[in-house]
């Protein structure tokens, strides 16, 4: 069993900047796939980041590409979403999620999932 904790969110202006991490219990961290998505009161879960085991495959949504970048480091089994250029439609709580298989995918057909971290951004 992998368990996802997220840490790094809060409350930021708009135009600012936060960085979430995701620290993982597996010992097998490097053949996860790591994904980051968001989910707004009322909305469906979203997609936002999502890492290959090495690190060498990113993939973004379309409304945060440019301003968010995704990394790992494989030695601190953690991901990280650092998130810039903070607007108030960016608010939502933000899930950490993991694949087993190692595919890399946009869908929220991951295996693992984090409790979640709130990220609130004010006008």
């Known amino acids: 069993q992998v368990q996802l904790v997220e840490s790094g969110g809060g409350l930021v202006q708009a135009g600012g900047s936060v960085r979430l991490s995701c620290a993982s219990s597996g010992r097998t961290f490097s053949r996860y796939a790591m994904g980051w998505f968001r989910q707004a009161p009322g909305k469906e879960r979203q997609f936002v980041a999502a890492i290959s085991g090495t690190g060498g495959s990113t993939y973004y949504g379309d409304s945060v590409k440019g301003r968010f970048t995704i990394s790992r480091d494989n030695a601190k089994n953690t991901v990280y979403l650092q998130m810039n250029s903070l607007t108030p439609e960016d608010t939502a709580v933000y899930y950490c999620?993991?694949?087993?298989?190692?595919?890399?995918?946009?869908?929220?057909?991951?295996?693992?999932w984090g409790q979640g971290t709130q990220v609130t951004v004010s006008s």
């Open positions: 999620a993991a694949r087993g298989d190692g595919v890399v995918l946009t869908t929220t057909t991951y295996h693992y």
